[in-house]
């Protein structure tokens, strides 16, 4: 990059001034990591909008790493956002309005550019493509208060649900690999999901018809869009991929859950894909697409230290797997699906083809029901005695 174009980055992105961080502290911004080294005071360069911050502090020889602490911010054209470290917490914390300023100002005065790493363009669209329904609106929206995301500060409810053997594993995984404590935390609320019903439960209704609201979640998906979302697909989407970054980037076990839950919603909808929300399914499917090809880079994890997706939670017989195999099997032998929905769909089921080595042909009929051990996304029937004893409806199913 020659030195003009350079200068009008600087001057036009946005920087991050952290101050005071200690050597070897990793400090990441979307799908970048720094190694925090003696001269390290933030990132320049970095283009407006949306962008995740996360970080972990280290022991002093650099070996051992508490959990990741992680915050969204929404910053536009040449925004200074600062943060100095408190060695007591042991994370970022904001600084006075005054001081804020008084930083800004040396920022804008190139006083701290020779101290900060350039945010790596190359990557930008990586990033994008795992955030573009991210807005400001959809980070207040769920954020927690103080905005920190990090599995130290879940609640104990999320650490007791019960999990399939791969969410034990994941959640395992976490309390090894953050071996060092931190000292001087507080309990915080975790993030403001949306609630997604696991079963709908309708008074009024018949048997036959809760059974059927439960083998087709359009209706569910219809009911939430109105109450919880305003009508608004993208808020939908966005809260997606807000879930999949907390979770990836983050390590956030309650965002992993609710990811599971959305993905669930929409695999879980036969009318929705065919009629009533074909666009919407394209865009799922795109946001899902890329999460999972962006996670399933092995690369990606010498490059950043990052446990990304692997086999202790993407397993051939895993929640994802059952769900994709039944929304392929109907999407891809309908006599008419949208062009484009068409598309994406067969990119997604080749990638996991080709990355995970899934196969989606169903070999029997107990194969196209079964479920993992535990799994509370099982479908589910509404037993009614009348109708068990007149057979109408097949017992323990």
């Known amino acids: 990059m020659d030195p003009q174009t350079a200068l009008e980055l600087v001057k036009h992105g946005v920087t991050l001034l952290f101050l005071d961080v200690p050597q070897y502290t990793l400090i ?22 949306t962008h995740f911050v996360y970080y972990s502090s ?10 990741i602490i992680g915050f969204f911010i929404d910053a ?13 917490e042991e994370k970022l914390v904001k600084v006075s309005e005054e001081e804020e300023e ?33 807005t400001k609106s959809v980070i207040e929206r769920i954020e927690p208060i103080g905005g920190e995301i990090t599995v130290e500060c879940e609640s104990d409810m999320v650490r007791n649900t019960p999990k399939t053997p791969m969410e034990e594993t994941l959640d395992n995984q976490l309390k090894v690999g953050n071996s060092v404590t931190s000292v001087g935390k ?37 009911t939430l869009l109105a109450k919880d979302y305003g009508g608004s697909e993208e808020l939908l989407l966005g809260e997606l991929q807000f879930a999949f970054v907390a979770f990836l980037m983050g390590q956030s076990l309650e965002a992993f859950l609710q990811w599971k839950s959305l993905v669930n919603l929409f695999f879980g909808c036969t009318e929705a894909p065919f009629h009533t929300r074909t666009q919407l399914f394209t865009k799922f499917i795109k946001v899902v697409y ?7 880079q092995k690369d990606h994890m010498d490059e950043t230290g990052l446990t990304l997706l692997d086999d202790s939670w993407l397993s051939a017989d895993s929640f994802l797997h059952h769900l994709c195999k039944d929304f392929f099997s109907s999407l ?22 080709s990355n995970l080595g899934w196969e989606f ?7 196209g029901i079964y479920f993992e051990e535990n799994d509370e996304f099982a479908p589910v029937v509404e037993m009614l005695d009348h109708e068990a004893s007149a057979g109408n409806v097949e017992p323990n199913h």
């Not at 054209?77 to 470290?85: A, D, G, M």
């Not at 042909?361 to 194969?367: E, G, L």
């Open 28 to 49: 990441a911004i979307d799908t970048q990591m720094f190694s925090v080294g003696p001269a390290f005071k933030g990132i320049k360069m970095v283009p407006s909008g």
């Open 58 to 67: 280290s022991s002093r020889d650099g070996k051992e790493f508490s959990p």
């Open 76 to 88: 536009g054209p040449s925004e200074v956002i600062v943060r100095k470290w408190n060695q007591k």
């Open 102 to 134: 008084r930083y800004s100002q040396a920022v804008k005065n190139l006083e701290f550019d020779r101290q900060l790493g350039p945010y790596n363009l190359n990557r930008y669209e990586d990033w994008k493509r795992l955030s573009n329904f991210i």
């Open 186 to 222: 507080t309990q915080r609320k975790g993030c403001y999901y949306t609630s997604i019903p696991r079963i709908v439960k309708c008074k009024g209704v018949s048997g036959q018809e809760l059974t059927s609201l439960n083998l087709d979640k359009t209706q569910l998906l219809e």
């Open 290 to 296: 890329y999460q999972l090809k962006y996670g399933l």
């Open 332 to 353: 891809l032998d309908g006599s008419v699906v949208d062009g484009d929905l068409l598309k994406w769909t067969r990119k997604l089921k080749e990638l996991l083809e």
């Open 361 to 367: 042909q169903q070999s029997s009929a107990v194969d």
